[in-house]
């Protein structure tokens, strides 16, 4: 394609976009609009509100099975590994519940850019939360993973060496 042609491309498109006529009226008056987001807000409401909802029950469901190891796990230093893993999971969950709170909500018949702005904060929050989940979810974890591992009596080279090994790995590539 040479330039005579690239121009007469663009300004064949120039032409085109010139001719087209928006519409002109909006579908939805304001106060559809107004009920249309409110509509879509709440839905998203719902939404964070069953992420936090399964994200305690996962809590309590993973943290179940280490409570049961602390008891039967004689060795010392394998149980302060699992105290370590729980003790990250009730943190994660006192994070849930403290970003959930920390937003207040507006009073019922605040006007419409007040609840906007509250569902950009909690949006904001939740994403900032979700963005760094990694650092006090996942580490804990690794760490109590690791710490468990070694006060196992198991194999140096066949176990506790590539668990910390893994657990590096992962978090090298995770953060």
């Known amino acids: ?27 939805l008056t304001a106060d559809e609009q107004i009920a249309a987001m409110r509509k879509k ?8 509100n069953k992420t936090d909802f399964w994200g305690a029950a996962l809590y309590a469901v993973v943290a179940v099975p ?13 149980r302060i590994g699992y105290l370590i893993i729980i003790g990250g999971m009730l943190f994660a969950s006192w994070k849930s519940i403290r970003r959930r709170r920390s937003i207040p909500q507006p009073i019922a018949d605040a006007p419409v850019m ?4 509250y569902d950009l904060a909690k949006v904001r929050q939740h994403a900032e939360d979700s963005r760094t989940l990694l650092w ?3 580490l804990p974890f690794l760490i109590g993973m690791t710490v468990s591992t070694w006060g196992m009596p ?13 657990v590096a790995l992962i978090a090298g590539v995770t953060y």
């Open 136 to 138: 006090w979810y996942l």
């Open 41 to 48: 807000m709440a839905k998203m409401h719902q939404g964070l």
């Open 66 to 78: 280490f409570i049961i190891y602390i008891f039967t796990t004689p060795n010392f230093v394998t």
């Open 114 to 117: 007040e609840w906007l702005k």
């Open 1 to 27: 394609m040479n330039d005579q042609e690239q121009k007469n491309l663009w300004q064949g498109l120039k032409c085109l976009w010139q001719e087209h006529k928006p519409s002109g009226e909006p579908t």
């Open 154 to 166: 198991v194999d140096l080279l066949t176990v506790k060496i590539p668990m910390t090994v893994l």
